[in-house]
């Protein structure tokens, strides 16, 4: 019986190992029985092909995406769900296509109100006529093999005038992104404590405050709310574009009945046009009212990584999420990376 | 009747309350996530509402753009999504898989009330299940349940009953259970419709089963078709490959599980004798180049795509079978790609020439079909 045994891991392991050696012999038949990865990796470069087609065919528009949109994004969903599809060739040139797209249309100027690109993760770039701002602004993946290639994701980081960091987590905050801009003579504001010193125009702030920067130059405002994420501090960037329109980027918000107690009153003082919350942040709708904006864009879909699947909040999570908030009767924005939306007041 | 003290009933109430108490966690679990959406710590709850959304959003996809032989962006979404959540392992727990193949199952039982005026039209159902329905019958091949020993199948009975009842008789090309189901062979004996199988499937159950296939061209004659069984091999079993010749609409090849390099000599030739208009084969075959210019059919239509009791690797996907089609290139016969559920009709040109003797007509309320001076029902029965 141990001998039968043997012999049967032997034969087991002798078959794992001509699956991962040897070459598929009816790969040019598109036959890949025996052969899971390859099968896969196939499968995934044609359906984000498909994907990438649908999404440039309906692009980003107020409210419950169009069907095709929708199934273009709830298929982008189940294939970033699948852990096999990790850190693949289809996945890398997926982002990177919709990336350059980003890249090359941040050379189309505004002419009036708020162009807003989605990056990875949480980050985004707000574009008005006379500034291109960027937040929470990161290639994503790890150092050794990002998701953004460096010369994507310094070219994108080129064409911006600032950029404001909402708390020191790696999905949020990228310090040689942050020395690019310094390095071109533009200012970073970060959270307290964070990069202290590294540049002098990397600028955390002195105190975790209500804060109010002025970038005459850029003809813009950065009002800094104090948020945390439990006891991190978290910037919630509101960003006043004069006369073009006026952002919040709440980074990773969460929690804090004390903060919540600020957050409830924050359309008194600004008048807030987009509001971009992290999706999966708790009291999602209280925080939304406590804004008061007129447009919603959610931030932080599908952060790959260290999140298992059950965390890598999905898409169609975010359309039931404001479906749940219909009583609202705010319009939203389901946007994902590469894309843009021209917002006008 | 012996008397039961309180200490019998303490492990029945123990089992009761074991089996109760998960049963009620679950409940409030999946209200909990309507109310939230937050799945942190359920992956296999979340998947469950992914495939809940993807679904429904795919099938009004398939809807929408329905087979051609030239499918544009749209139904290629709907069919590489479609890949995806079929080559999810975890499939068997997706009440939404289930809901999904038997809402596609519904629109065809639907369309099949829909007259066919002229050719034929053909259903795609689950594996190389096929429905061929012409002005004048309908004829099922290889309709099987799915699900293989799961306790679960994949179509419901309902579904099969229903198949049984609009269908004027049942084809099986060869024994392999992907082929041949005797739940759907039973269906159609009882409501009274010929089955004709493989020599030595099941002998129990009537009159109505009708053995056939030998080693040379078996002919059979059938109201309103002729079947010539033709004696092919799924490697050294039996395997029927079915020619159909409907008569004026048109003439279909199944090719059941055929798989054998020796019966290429003579599935090479068969152009010469048979006139195919639409060959019906599984998509995988290494030799589908020799198999599809053996027929040479005006169209081409594969089968077992997505075969959901094999492994994920053995699943054939939409894409994997359009690239291989498409890589036919000595062959320059147009391939439609169907889903589980849809259908295509067609249309020879002379069958053209009966759909333009063919009307729709009223008598009391009810459609008929009045065709040179005979009326049918839409389901091609002559009623006059």
């Given at each position: 019986m141990r001998t039968f045994t043997t012999l049967l891991l032997l034969a087991v392991a002798a078959f794992a190992t001509a699956q991962t050696s040897e070459?598929?012999?009816y790969a040019d038949k598109y036959i890949y029985q025996g052969y899971l990865k390859d099968y896969k990796l196939g499968q995934a470069a044609e359906a984000y092909s498909a994907i990438d087609t649908m999404l440039q065919t309906y692009i980003p528009e107020q409210n419950q995406p169009a069907m095709p949109r929708e199934l273009a994004l709830v298929s982008l969903d189940q294939l970033l769900h699948d852990?096999?599809?990790?850190?693949?060739a289809p996945f890398y040139n997926f982002i990177n296509t919709r990336m350059k797209r980003v890249l090359k249309d941040l050379d189309r100027p505004v002419s009036e109100g708020l162009r807003i690109y989605k990056l990875y993760n949480d980050g985004f770039i707000i574009k008005s006529k006379k500034a291109t701002v960027a937040i929470d602004l990161i290639p994503g993946?790890?150092?050794?093999?990002?998701?953004?290639t460096d010369s994507v994701i310094y070219g994108i980081a080129g064409k911006c005038d600032a950029l404001f960091i909402s708390h020191w987590h790696p999905d949020h905050a990228n310090l040689n992104i942050a020395k690019s801009f310094a390095a071109r003579g533009k200012r970073v504001i970060a959270p307290?404590?964070?990069?202290?010193?590294?540049?002098?125009?990397i600028q955390p702030l002195d105190e975790h405050k209500e804060t109010h920067i002025e970038f005459a130059d850029l003809d813009l405002t950065l009002h800094v709310l104090p948020g945390h994420q439990g006891d991190i501090y978290n910037n919630i960037n509101v960003v006043e574009f004069h006369g073009a329109g006026t952002v919040a980027q709440t980074g990773d918000?969460?929690?804090?009945e004390d903060d919540l107690a600020w957050i409830d009153h924050v359309h008194e003082k600004y008048d807030i046009d987009v509001f971009m919350p992290?999706?999966?942040?708790?009291q999602l709708q209280r925080a939304i009212e406590g804004f008061g904006p007129k447009l919603i864009i959610t931030g932080?879909?599908?952060?790959?990584?260290?999140?298992?699947i059950d965390h890598r909040e999905a898409y169609w999570i975010t359309i039931k999420k404001m479906e749940l908030m219909a009583e609202l009767e705010l319009p939203y924005v389901l946007m994902t990376w590469g894309e843009w939306y021209d917002y006008k007041k | 009747m012996k008397k039961l003290s309180l200490l019998h009933y303490i492990p029945v109430c123990l089992l009761a309350a074991a089996t109760a108490l998960p049963a009620a966690a679950q409940q409030r679990r999946v209200s909990s996530y309507e109310k939230d959406y937050i799945f942190w710590g359920s992956p296999d709850a979340y998947l469950n509402y992914q495939a809940k959304t993807g679904f429904p959003l795919i099938d009004q996809m398939l809807q929408a753009y329905p087979p051609t032989a030239t499918p544009d962006k749209h139904r290629q979404m709907a069919l590489v999504s479609l890949d995806q959540f079929l080559h999810?392992?975890?499939?068997?727990?997706?009440?939404a898989f289930y809901t999904f193949v038997n809402s596609r199952m519904a629109h065809l039982l639907e369309d099949?009330?829909?007259?066919?005026?002229s050719g034929v039209r053909i259903y795609k159902l689950y594996n190389s299940g096929f429905i061929l329905k012409t002005l004048k019958n309908t004829i099922a091949i290889d309709i099987v349940q799915g699900?293989?020993?799961?306790?679960?199948?994949?179509?419901?009975d309902s579904v099969i009953y229903e198949i049984a009842y609009k269908c004027d008789a049942l084809i099986i090309t060869n024994t392999d259970e992907r082929h041949a189901s005797r739940k759907a062979a039973k269906a159609f004996a009882e409501a009274g419709k010929k089955v004709i199988l493989?020599?030595?499937?099941?002998?129990?159950?009537?009159?109505?089963l009708q053995p056939a296939g030998a080693d040379t061209v078996q002919t059979i004659e059938l109201d309103a078709m002729t079947l010539h069984i033709l004696p092919g091999h799924n490697g050294s079993n039996r395997n029927n490959i079915c020619i159909m010749?409907?008569?004026?609409?048109g003439i279909v090849a199944h090719t059941g599980a055929q798989d054998n390099a020796a019966d290429l000599t003579w599935i090479e030739h068969l152009h010469e004798q048979y006139k195919t208009d639409i060959l019906l084969t599984k998509?995988?075959?290494?030799d589908l180049e020799s198999i599809v210019s053996g027929f040479r059919p005006r169209v081409l239509i594969t089968a077992?795509?997505?075969?959901?009791?094999?492994?994920v690797d053995m699943r054939e996907a939409y894409w994997t079978t359009q690239k291989r089609v498409n890589s036919l290139t000595a062959i320059d016969i147009p391939n439609i790609i169907m889903a589980w559920g849809e259908a295509y009709d067609y249309a020879d040109t002379e069958s053209e020439n009966i759909s333009s003797s063919a009307s729709k007509v009223m008598i009391d309320g009810v459609l008929y079909i009045e065709r040179k001076g005979a009326v049918y029902t839409p389901s091609g029965v002559k009623v006059k």
């Open positions: 070459a598929n012999p852990t096999d599809n990790d850190a693949t993946g790890p150092d050794n093999k990002p998701f953004i307290k404590d964070l990069w202290v010193g590294a540049d002098p125009l918000q969460w929690g804090r992290n999706c999966w942040m708790d932080h879909e599908n952060e790959l990584g260290e999140h298992s | 999810d392992e975890g499939y068997t727990r997706r009440e099949m009330n829909r007259p066919v005026l699900g293989g020993s799961s306790s679960k199948g994949i179509v419901s493989p020599k030595g499937l099941w002998t129990n159950l009537g009159e109505a010749d409907l008569k004026g609409c998509s995988q075959n290494l077992n795509e997505n075969e959901m009791e094999r492994s």
